[in-house]
């Protein structure tokens, strides 16, 4: 069974920055493209960024793209995601997920970011 665990999540005040984690068991991860969507209060699930297999390739919402970067390193078995220059807007539950530019049906706790003055 896939197990994904994210974490790095907080309380930021706009501008700032914050280091998500992914970290993934139970499956050969180095061997999967990996996905961060997010779910804002009320709001349903938003694809965020995704990283292919070697972490050579990577694609970004729109919304984030120039302010997020996604990273991996499959010796971990980890998958990151930096948010820098972060807006109100920015506030959701965070969840890794396999798959590329999709939004994966498995995920794990999610963490959460709250953007605010």
């Known amino acids: 069974e896939v197990q994904l665990v994210e974490s790095g999540g907080g309380l930021v005040q706009p501008g700032g920055s914050l280091r998500l984690s992914c970290a993934a068991s139970?499956?050969?991860?180095?061997?999967?493209?990996m996905s961060w969507v997010r779910q804002a209060p009320g709001k349903g699930l938003e694809w965020v960024a995704s990283i292919d297999w070697r972490g050579e390739f990577t694609s970004y919402a729109d919304s984030v793209k120039g302010r997020f970067t996604v990273s991996r390193d499959n010796s971990k078995n980890t998958m990151y995601l930096q948010l820098n220059s972060l807006k109100t807007e920015d506030t959701a539950m965070y969840y890794c997920g396999q798959g590329w530019k999709t939004t994966p049906l498995t995920r794990g706790q999610g963490t959460q970011v709250t953007v605010s003055s």
């Open positions: 139970e499956f050969t991860f180095s061997g999967f493209d």
